[in-house]
T-cell receptor, first 112, second 115 residues
Framework: EPEVTQTPSHQVTQMGQEVILRCVPI?????FYWYRQILGQKVEFLVS????????KSEIFDDQFSVERPDGSNFTLKIRSTKLEDSAMYFC??????????FGQGTRLTVV | AQSVTQPDIHITVSEGASLELRCNYS??????LFWYVQSPGQGLQLLLK??????LVQGIKGFEAEFKRSQSSFNLRKPSVHWSDAAEYFC?????????????FGTGTRLTIIP
């Protein structure tokens, strides 16, 4: 069964450092997303991406965040200068035209 | 704006007992509703979804959910839980399933199973 793959599974970074979270969506999907889940809180939408551009972004997705689909397979989330409050589980998801969203296993980001 | 409320933060049930997890949504038009499960250390797995038609939908692992428009609810049920059902359960709503509509999640319900 096709699946969304995220790497790394856990990343620890120092405050102020840049991090890149990587995702390989399901190959024939068209829509790509990042969500995050701060420990003990709900899963929150960050950004959606279609046709090589951002479709929608939340208030959380400020200038410190960026997304890219550098080739035909990878979908990345970059945080330019991490803050302590960026510590969370980050989920990548992909979706076909009329399918549900499929989620990856998540990357746990710890900012110290 | 759409929103989801899961009133129960934590539920404990005995193995073999029945289960109902509550979900209430707020959305002006016909919602697209989902239940996802997150096992420890795992990602989000879709249990079931409701788009239209029969208001009682069946999902994987023996789960079902009933859409009640009059109550704005989409409660998840299982007649007999197994220890492996211990996980966090999230209800979510979207305005459509076509295109790149985002999901709005509830806060989740943590399910504990006791022997």
């Amino acid at each position: 069964e096709p699946e969304v793959t995220q790497t790394p599974s856990h990343q620890v970074t120092q405050m102020g450092q840049e991090v890149i979270l990587r995702c390989v969506p399901i190959s024939n999907h068209l829509y790509f997303y990042w969500y995050r889940q701060i420990l003990g809180q709900k899963v929150e939408f960050l950004v959606s991406f279609y046709n090589n551009e951002i479709s929608e972004k939340s208030e959380i997705f400020d200038d410190q965040f960026s997304v890219e689909r550098p080739d035909g397979s990878n979908f990345t989330l970059k945080i330019r200068s991490t803050k302590l409050e960026d510590s969370a589980m980050y989920f990548c998801a992909s979706k076909g035209f009329n399918t549900e969203a499929f989620f990856g296993q998540g990357t746990r980001l710890t900012v110290v | 704006a759409q929103s989801v409320t899961q009133p129960d933060i934590h539920i404990t049930v005995s193995e073999g007992a029945s289960l109902e997890l509550r979900c209430n949504y707020s959305y002006g038009a016909t919602p697209y509703l989902f239940w996802y499960v997150q096992s420890p250390g795992q990602g989000l797995q879709l249990l079931l979804k409701y788009f239209s038609g029969d208001t009682l939908v069946q999902g994987i692992k023996g789960f079902e959910a009933e859409f009640k428009r009059s109550q704005s609810s989409f409660n998840l049920r299982k007649p007999s839980v197994h220890w492996s059902d211990a996980a966090e359960y999230f209800c979510a709503v979207a305005s459509s399933n076509f295109g790149n509509e985002k999901l709005t999640f509830g806060t989740g319900t943590r399910l504990t199973i006791i022997p």
